[in-house]
């Protein structure tokens, strides 16, 4: 038996789920035709993601003039949508990587789904910087590798160049960490499938069979990665700030950056997180491994980086008026009182005010007020991203060169077709794997499952041993249909 549990604590896993009916109802989605909802989903991704593979192609054949940056404001919606989508990709490894190191069980329901969003949206991040080049086929140059082009050589002391080094690495532990965890449910997607499926998934397990060795050394892998991942949380994001930060640009150079942008990369990502975690719940109905309960503690860390989120705001607008130097109080006056004020005001009110309604349990726990926030805090934050790039660049210390940048529908294009792109991918993905691991659920069935502990558990005493026994196990004795190893149903008589 496992562990004491408080009986206070609100199960993770509800419906009274069995072994089995836990494989049957994870893997249902890869196994069935799609439903209505997601076909007509999928289609307008991809007409999306259409639209943005045609800006592309008009942005290369053209060139970067037909976007509206100018001198002046050299960064537009690029670089915005950018940090944007690298900050939503931040969540999914936080999630993953410290709860797991920190062994909180709340992680297993929304994990999967999380580490997916951090693939894709780190796929949409890195199209920005490629497109910004213009010649997208010298995109080579930026990797240093030996050549002959003599002293011409790759600028290390760029933070441009910075970036390339830590999201690609992230990109890298992310991908393996994700595909690692996947590996004990494609087996289970592959003893459960025939003909083609069942080679392909084959492939994919890499011949997983549930012994105690593999086991261990999947846990072994699993928080080695854990350790990799969670340093890259704190550092991919602090050196996307750093491409603003090491400037000289009042408004940019500044030390609060470094911890700012991490603390709303992972605001950002929570919020996609809890997005796509509830179209998922609702369409693919995982209503009883994706409780209210993971909801609220979802909202809990919102509200918490929200508010450091906000605390960073008031720090900045504090420090540019204490320091005394005139042109940093201006920037920050532009930024609240200058042509794009209403960027600042949907800032503040997205970011800041709104995340502290999930004060209210009664509103932290409401999938209306939880999906709809997830939403605003989103457009919130790429709100932020605007701020400081454009509102920062329009107004310099010449006068004659301000300008007001307005993006051109090659720019709107590009930034809608990028989110076609993530939901495409995302879309794809919740047809080929289990969106909810399988075998972490399993894990913690009978500490969180609400047979075992909650106000619906049901109990009878055990006269040897004077504790609470489940009345509900599924005792090998009784020949109840049970996973041995987490890949495989086999039914013990």
């Not at 002046?72 to 919606?77: H, K, S």
Request: aromatic share 16%; glycine share 8%.
């Amino acid at each position: 038996m496992s562990g004491h549990v408080a009986p206070v604590r609100k199960p993770l896993i509800t419906g009274n789920k069995t072994y089995h009916q836990i494989t049957e109802d994870i893997c249902r989605p890869t196994e069935t035709a799609p439903s209505l909802s997601w076909v007509i989903t999928f289609i307008l991704s991809v007409m999306c993601l259409g639209m943005f593979a045609f800006a592309v192609a008009w942005t290369v054949w053209v060139g970067i003039g037909s976007w509206n940056l100018n001198r002046t404001i050299n960064w537009g919606w690029d670089i915005t949508n950018f940090v944007w989508w690298v900050g939503i990709g931040h969540a999914g490894t936080l999630i993953s990587a410290i709860l797991l190191l920190f062994r909180q069980k709340w992680r297993t329901g929304v994990n999967r789904a999380a580490e997916a969003m951090t693939i894709f949206a780190v796929m949409c991040a890195g199209q920005f910087p490629l497109i910004h080049m213009g010649r997208i086929w010298l995109a080579i140059f930026i990797f240093p590798y030996p050549n002959t082009r003599g002293p011409l050589w790759v600028n290390f002391n760029s933070p441009l160049l910075w970036d390339v080094f830590a999201i690609s690495t992230y990109f890298t532990v992310s991908l393996l960490f994700w595909y690692a965890g996947l590996v004990p449910d494609f087996a289970t997607v592959r003893d459960r499938a025939k003909g083609l499926r069942k080679q392909i998934y084959s492939v994919l397990s890499f011949g997983w069979n549930g012994s105690a060795k593999h086991w261990q050394r999947w846990e072994s892998l699993s928080l080695i990665l854990a350790g990799l991942a969670t340093p890259l949380v704190l550092s991919v994001h602090t050196i996307v700030s750093f491409d603003f930060a090491t400037s000289v640009i009042p408004g940019w150079h500044t030390t609060i950056f470094p911890p700012y942008f991490v603390a709303g990369a992972i605001f950002s990502g929570f919020a996609m997180v809890l997005t796509l975690m509830l179209i998922a719940r609702k369409v693919l109905h995982l209503e009883d491994y994706i409780t209210i309960e993971h909801i609220e503690s979802m909202n809990k860390v919102i509200l918490l980086t929200g508010s450091i989120v906000g605390v960073a705001y008031l720090t900045e607008l504090f420090i540019a008026w204490y320091s005394g130097y005139i042109y940093e109080q201006f920037a920050f006056l532009n930024r609240v009182l200058g042509p794009y004020y209403w960027s600042y005001i949907g800032m503040m009110l997205c970011n800041v005010l709104s995340p502290q309604i999930f004060w209210s349990k009664r509103l932290r726990t409401s999938l209306f007020w939880t999906f709809f926030m997830s939403i605003f805090i989103n457009i919130g934050m790429w709100f932020e991203r605007f701020v400081i790039i454009a509102t920062t660049l329009s107004r310099d210390y010449l006068p004659s060169s301000w300008s007001y940048y307005v993006p051109s529908w090659v720019e709107i294009c590009i930034f809608i077709g990028s989110i076609g792109l993530f939901f495409t991918l995302f879309l794809i993905f919740t047809r080929v794997a289990p969106v909810v691991a399988i075998a972490e659920i399993k894990s913690i069935l009978k500490t969180s499952g609400d047979q075992y502990i909650g106000p619906t558990a049901h109990h009878h005493d055990d006269a040897h041993h004077g504790t609470k026994i489940p009345s509900e196990v599924n005792d090998i004795s009784s020949g109840g249909t049970v996973d041995i190893d987490g890949s495989t149903d086999t039914e013990i008589k």
